[in-house]
């Protein structure tokens, strides 16, 4: 196996295939330079419907990006037995599974803690490991309604219809599973004690109201849809343009509003200078409609390069192509297709794809050489079934 770079160069983990949290969390991994290894069920996991075609789902995935693929039987003690030599010599163990799937396995904290004492293993899910909802099936918008953040992105007294897994799986899942496996991993260092880390969406998106909480205590937030920072004022929302495209305005502070409201020709109007927010409908009005007699682009262009906060609301294709996107790699074309470049950036270095989505989709049971097995071990267990025959 190729050397690693990148700051989490050294740190090895195993990642047992999900779908959501788990995955985009090993990639997170991966991209930084940690060694992940990533354990399916022979075939792969189950498609998400009877009409899915998962061979080309999983091979355009990009999710998987960056580590490879080894197909292993669980249900084989031979199988069992080789993991388990993979989370002895680990760091880090993360799964998505519903609590008390591993156990089942033999594969639970108690026994890969005796495998591994420094082992950080992480469980990811969405109500948490205990408690009376934890068995129980759900979805992102399941676990926001809980925790009451769907709530705040509500309108005129109702939540969304719908959202997009973005707060909840990605955010409130798998990037507090990275926080808390590399917290476990520098605690591990410390003590020599690994921990179980129980990252659940539920806690996550309940912290990541921290900020609308803060405000609701000081009484500057309230109901939802009524509040400066959810568009309850006119300079922090969304307009529609002359062209049927959208513009962000999000004028918060004083000295900001001042330039929008030149920009708009609206700073002599008194109904803009007194802040009041009974005359937010009437300047929300007034701005809507200067805003739709031209296109998105040329307000976009009257305030580049200013503090009016104004900026275009952008189309995936849109935002692809845009200069200053283009301008700091925010986006790579792999595999033919458009996908956001590593990150965090440190040091000023982004992370690196090591393996493309499409080569981190064929089972590679080669790559457990280099964690110390041996190819004449591994061909054995490519006869017998045991991993998948995959890719040379």
């Not at 009376?132 to 926001?144: V, W």
Request: net charge negative; glycine share 14%.
């Amino acid at each position: 196996m190729e050397k690693r770079d990148g700051p989490l160069a050294g740190l090895r983990v195993v990642e047992f295939t999900g779908i959501g949290p788990v995955p985009y969390a090993a990639m997170l991994l991966a991209d930084l330079g940690a060694e992940v290894i990533r354990i399916d069920r022979p075939g792969g996991y189950p498609a998400l419907g009877a009409d899915l075609d998962f061979a080309s789902m999983r091979a355009a995935s990009i999710f998987y990006r960056s580590r490879p693929l080894v197909e292993v039987d669980l249900k084989a003690a031979a199988g069992r037995d080789l993991v388990c030599r993979l989370v002895s010599r680990s760091d880090a163990l993360i799964e998505g599974y519903r609590p008390g799937a591993m156990e089942r396995l033999g594969l639970g904290p108690r026994e890969c803690h005796a495998l591994a004492p420094r082992l950080a293993y992480v469980r990811v899910t969405g109500w948490g490991q205990d408690g009376p909802m934890a068995g129980m099936a759900g979805h992102d918008l399941n676990y926001l309604g809980l925790s009451g953040v769907l709530s705040r992105f509500g309108r005129d007294g109702a939540p969304p219809v719908g959202m997009p897994p973005l707060m909840g799986d990605m955010a409130a899942g798998a990037l507090f599973a990275v926080i808390g496996l590399l917290s476990a991993v520098m605690q591990a260092r410390e003590t020599g004690r690994g921990q179980v880390v129980d990252a659940n969406i539920v806690d996550g998106s309940a912290s990541l109201a921290t900020l609308l909480d803060a405000l609701g205590a000081m009484g500057l937030h309230g109901p939802a849809g009524n509040n400066p920072l959810d568009g309850g004022r006119h300079y922090y929302r969304t307009y529609l343009c002359g062209d049927g495209r959208w513009l962000v305005v999000g004028a918060i502070e004083p000295a900001f509003r001042r330039i929008l409201l030149d920009g708009l020709g609206l700073s002599d109007e008194p109904i803009f200078a007194s802040m009041d927010p009974a005359d937010d409908a009437a300047c929300a009005q007034r701005m809507a409609a200067i805003f739709a007699t031209r296109p998105r682009d040329h307000w976009v262009a009257l305030f580049h390069g200013t503090d009016g906060c104004v900026t275009p609301v952008l189309e995936p294709a849109e935002a692809q192509t845009h200069p200053a996107n283009v301008a700091r790699g925010v986006f790579a074309e792999i595999d033919s297709v458009v996908q956001a470049a590593p990150a965090p950036r440190i040091g000023g270095k982004a992370g690196r794809v090591s393996m493309t989505p499409a080569e981190a989709s064929v089972p590679r049971p080669q790559a457990l050489e280099g964690w110390g097995i041996g190819a004449d071990e591994i061909a054995r267990l490519v006869a017998d079934g045991v991993l998948g025959a995959g890719s040379g």
